[in-house]
């Protein structure tokens, strides 16, 4: 029975065999691997890597999807909202629990930040992230400061890895057809943070980037005097004019002074 894609899950099933072909060639599956689909759909994606994996492991929520994607030997399903899974436990459980997941998927559109946002939890135990995302939101990962796209997505996703567009994809190449264009980033989680954890980097970065055409004394300088910050920084700026490496900086000083 044909699959009717539903709007609510976001669903645009990606179908142009060659772009397909790319999308792979870019995540270079060896066999082995352990390696995690978020949203494989009608498994566009699903059968070429399962195909050079061995064994594959899909989260998918759509309970019919599921149902189709568990006829398939190979493959391990996951029947649930992603931003509720435990990607620790999945490598955990994995046959090789000492190497890192690798993860991939087109993630629906609707929810694709804070999808990008749980994962940052479980950096730790990824070797890369490899999502079909809309362009925009691929512009706006990969962005320099000083630019118009340089936001709070910026901040906090550079400030765990580092990130390359890697491919474009037209609306022709789904069905049914987003009203926009996509793109394929690559996501590699850095060895070694500048800081430990998001706790203290979210607050402040989402403070900045409140009133994004303000200056930060008006946002950011607010919020320093209330956590009684004695360092020097530079408030006659906008959020974006700002470097990523400078909210680190800034976020290590004011976490020295908190302890």
Not at 204 to 227: D, I, M, N, P, W
Request: proline share 6%; charged share 15%.
């Amino acid at each position: 029975m044909q699959h009717i894609a539903r709007k609510r899950f976001g669903q645009h099933f990606l179908s142009d065999g060659g772009v397909i072909d790319a999308i792979v060639q870019a995540i270079s599956p060896q066999a082995g691997q352990a390696m995690v689909e978020i949203g494989p759909g009608l498994g566009a994606l699903t059968q070429p890597l399962v195909e050079r994996l061995g064994a594959l492991t899909v989260i998918e929520l759509d309970r019919d999807l599921a149902a189709r994607l568990r006829t398939h030997a190979h493959l391990q399903v996951i029947e649930s909202d992603v931003l509720r899974v435990d990607f620790s436990a999945i490598s955990a459980a994995s046959p090789a629990p000492q190497t890192r997941l690798r993860v991939v998927g087109n993630l629906p559109y609707n929810i694709s930040t804070p999808i990008l946002f749980h994962l940052l939890d479980f950096a730790a135990c990824i070797e890369d992230q490899h999502f079909m995302l809309q362009k925009e939101v691929v512009d706006r990962m990969v962005a320099t400061a000083d630019t118009a796209d340089f936001g709070r997505l910026s901040v906090m996703l550079q400030w765990r890895y580092q990130m390359e567009n890697v491919l474009a994809v037209g609306p022709q190449s789904f069905t049914p057809p987003p009203r926009v264009d996509s793109a394929v980033v690559r996501m590699l989680p850095l060895a070694a943070p500048a800081l430990p954890n998001a706790a203290l980097l979210g607050p402040l970065v989402q403070v900045a980037f409140s009133q994004r055409r303000k200056l930060l004394r008006h946002t950011l300088g607010a919020y320093l005097e209330k956590h009684n910050f004695s360092g020097n920084f530079d408030l006659q700026r906008r959020a974006q004019e700002v470097p990523v490496a400078q909210y680190i900086a800034l976020t290590q000083q004011l976490a020295l002074q908190i302890a």
